[in-house]
Nanobody, 114 residues
Framework: VQLQASGGGLVQTGGSLRLSCAAS????????MGWYRQALGKERELVAT???????KYADSVKGRFTISRDHAKNTVYLQMNSLKPDDTAVYYC?????????WGQGTLVTVSS
């Protein structure tokens, strides 16, 4: 079982990106899923989480700009990022409780130019 993240890239300030993270393999259950990010020289931080029931939480720095969602049928979690700022530049990682084990995706780079 693995998580595969995609959707990163280079975007200008004010632009949008949509990240995807799909669980593949023998997936029997998926509970909480989330997105984290790590900027160069900084610690990894929580961006957003979503429970199996759809409850969401966001870091204060992204509230009102980012939206986390999930598609249970596709075992996929998304992060819609709008009004991007240079401070959002980081490697974004997805995380999920898959078959009751925590897994991390490989990370996808988001670069926001000023």
């Amino acid at each position: 079982v693995q998580l595969q993240a995609s959707g990163g890239g280079l975007v200008q300030t004010g632009g949008s990106l949509r990240l995807s993270c799909a669980a593949s393999g023998s997936v029997f259950s998926i509970n909480d899923m989330g997105w984290y990010r790590q900027a160069l020289g900084k610690e990894r931080e929580l961006v957003a989480t979503i429970t199996a029931g759809g409850s969401t939480k966001y870091a204060d720095s992204v509230k009102g700009r980012f939206t986390i969602s999930r598609d249970h049928a596709k075992n996929t979690v998304y992060l819609q990022m709008n009004s991007l700022k240079p401070d959002d530049t980081a490697v974004y990682y997805c995380n999920g409780l898959i078959n009751r084990y925590p897994l991390w995706g490989q990370g996808t780079l988001v670069t926001v130019s000023s």
